[in-house]
Nanobody, 123 residues
Framework: QVQLVESGGGSVQAGGSLRLSCTASGYTYETYCMGWFRQAPGKEREGVAAVYAGGARTGYADSVKGRFTISQANAEITLYLQMNSLKPEDTAMYYC????????????????WGQGTQVTVSS
């Protein structure tokens, strides 16, 4: 079992930055894919960014390319999401996820999920 704990959410104005962190513990070999997803009220959960293929590749949603950067540290124990130039449409609950994914952006391909951290961007 993998436990994931997110931190770093908060409220910022448009154009601001936040850095999310996700710390993994437990069976961390089950972190072939680690990603960030978000879900806004009334919307489906969507993939934001991920590190996969054992850390060899990264993927980003088109809506965040050039603004968000995903990275890992400490032998895949910690996952970060640096979010710059934030927009009101980035407002959502952000979740960290881990597992053996096929397509990084599909939530159902991830086995383990954190509790989520709220990001609110005001205009």
């Amino acid at each position: 079992q993998v436990q994931l704990v997110e931190s770093g959410g908060g409220s910022v104005q448009a154009g601001g930055s936040l850095r999310l962190s996700c710390t993994a513990s437990g069976y961390t070999y089950e972190t072939y894919c680690m990603g960030w997803f978000r879900q806004a009220p009334g919307k489906e959960r969507e993939g934001v960014a991920a590190v996969y293929a054992g850390g060899a590749r990264t993927g980003y949603a088109d809506s965040v390319k050039g603004r968000f950067t995903i990275s890992q540290a400490n032998a895949e124990i910690t996952l970060y999401l640096q979010m710059n130039s934030l927009k009101p449409e980035d407002t959502a609950m952000y979740y960290c996820a881990a597992g053996f994914c096929g397509t990084w952006s599909r939530p159902y391909e991830y086995t383990h999920w954190g509790q989520g951290t709220q990001v609110t961007v005001s205009s």
